[in-house]
């Protein structure tokens, strides 16, 4: 693998709060999970991990960095022996299979204790868990188990999944896994690891993508995105629903629901703008031709005349392509991106970040030299490092630059797993798209309006979320469950499930 060059750049990019995956029965599940999360590299690039049944017990291993630093084939053949049920074992009851996770923090921090899967140990047995998502009301819970006097090996919200799900209360229904789930608030698509199945589920809201695939081996698999499934090799059957729980085991796929589906459900509208791999297809509608199409809405929004269109590489590309389309502009690609840079945690000097900005991203001066362009990215969060691209994009030569942005100004920060940075640190925060446009040095900037976007969407606009541009949040994530409610039980978050198991 060739190695890729660590520069400090503040990467102000969105970043996603990870990808989960399972794979059951398959004697390939290792390798199969180590493939998925290879292709949903791009929604977690700060750890990785997987954990293994071997249809008695669990294993798992899980780091700090990218899938290949993480996993050794030393690493990956370690994990593959732990499938194997060692000599003099019992004889195991299932098949056993393997769960993966990619993360990128936002609850929890950067630190190597927060890498998922999560591997506990409780009362009923072993059990791992990998989350995508953040949980609104994931503070309040835990220290309602600190004060219990419950230790906390992470400091990451998907643990008190965990403690919730070896607590007496949950533990005495039928069902422990649907009760545990339905005192969660907040954004989560799970794989839960038991040594005899993989659980699945869905909040009830459907924030986050979850998909069920057949192996061709007939064997079941979960992602978060199609792209895993189709690198694994595994047909899309169906999306996991919101509210439901989806059981992969030997007797095959179960499914039930622990709650359903909210009234107005509030699917991502930003992993079509922004995190979902563009060969996926999310919430049942293609990411490429939804960024196509977003391109082609802002193109009769905020048309201008210039000479071309180009795109912000790599994620302005779709966009791009379809605002040239419906502008009749040409298009061109005036900047190369190096694709042997990659991410750091450090943070840079002021020049460092312009030295690292200009090593990711060339501008070629000898197609935007003086040119009318037009440069579309798919959204703005802090500002810093566009505005060093305009200004690479203005020494180069360029006559005019008109920056058209396929979603709304982001306003507001997500709860929802996406980390935006804090509100006074989102550039368009209680500023103008005039004040925005002057800070970034461009003759004129646009940006989709919200109808704009949810125009191109397949659902009704109804059902997504918007609250990053509208403010919008569906709960009350101000003042997630008290704790002295949650304590005594007493949390109807799910009232229509109320009196199920
Ligand atoms: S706030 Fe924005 S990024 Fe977060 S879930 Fe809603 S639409 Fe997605």
């Known amino acids: 693998m060739a190695s890729r060059i660590h520069l400090p750049i503040l990467d102000d990019r969105p970043k996603d709060k990870c990808g989960v995956i399972g794979v059951w029965g398959d004697p390939d599940a290792v390798r199969l999970v180590y493939l998925g999360l290879y292709a949903q590299q791009h929604r977690g690039q700060e750890s990785a991990g997987i954990a293994v049944s071997n249809g008695i017990d669990l294993e798992n291993y899980a780091g700090m960095g990218l899938v290949p630093e993480v996993f050794t084939p030393r690493e990956i053949e370690r994990l593959e ?86 607590s007496p209360e949950q533990r005495a229904t039928p069902d422990p896994l649907a009760a545990t789930l339905r005192k969660l608030q907040g954004a989560f698509s799970l794989v839960v690891l038991f040594p005899d199945r993989i659980e699945a589920a869905r909040d009830p809201w459907g924030w986050r993508p979850l998909v069920l695939g057949k192996l061709p081996g007939g064997r079941d698999c979960v992602a978060s995105e199609t792209v895993a499934l189709d690198v694994m090799g595994a047909e899309f059957v169906r999306e996991v629903e919101p509210g439901e729980i989806v059981t992969l085991s030997d007797a095959g796929v179960e499914s039930r629901h622990f709650a359903p589906p909210a009234e107005r459900l509030a699917m991502c509208v930003f992993e079509h703008v922004y995190f979902a791999s563009p060969a996926s297809s999310v919430f049942g509608q293609s990411v490429q031709l939804a960024r196509e199409n977003l391109g082609a809405a802002l193109a009769k929004e905020a048309p201008v005349q210039a000479d071309f269109v180009m795109p912000m590489p790599d994620s302005g590309r779709s966009a791009a392509n379809g605002y040239a389309r419906a502008s009749g502009l040409p298009y061109r690609e005036g900047i190369v991106p190096n694709r ?103 003759d004129s900037l646009a940006f989709l309006s919200q109808e704009g976007m949810l125009s191109v969407m397949r659902h009704e606009s109804g059902s997504y979320c918007t609250a990053c541009f509208s403010g919008d949040y569906r709960i009350d994530v101000e003042h997630p469950v008290a704790d002295e409610v949650v304590a005594k039980n007493q949390i109807p978050m799910f009232p229509e499930a109320a009196g199920q198991a």
């Open 81 to 166: 022996r732990a499938r194997q049920v060692p000599e003099g074992e019992r004889a195991a009851t299932a098949t056993g299979g393997a769960i993966g996770h990619n993360r990128y923090s936002t609850t929890g921090g950067s630190k190597s204790c927060n890498a998922q899967p999560l591997l506990e140990t409780t009362v009923d047995g072993p059990v791992a868990i990998g989350h995508n998502g953040n949980l609104v009301n994931g503070e309040a819970w835990r220290r309602v188990f600190a004060e219990q006097g419950r230790l906390f090996h992470t400091t990451s919200d998907t643990e008190v999944i965990v403690h919730l799900l070896a």
């Open 340 to 442: 042997y840079v990659g991410r750091t945690f450090i943070k840079p000097t002021q020049q460092e970040r312009r030295a690292a900005v200009r090593l990711k991203l060339n501008v070629v001066a000898e197609i935007v030299s003086g040119q009318r362009v037009v440069v579309v990215d798919d959204s703005i969060v802090r500002g810093t490092t566009t505005r060093e691209k305009m200004k690479q994009i203005r020494d180069a030569g360029a006559k005019e630059i008109h920056l058209r942005i396929s979603c709304p100004p982001i306003r507001h920060p997500c709860h929802f797993g996406v980390d935006f940075a804090t509100r006074d640190q989102l550039i368009a925060h209680e500023r103008t798209v005039e004040d925005i446009r002057r800070f970034l040095g461009v």
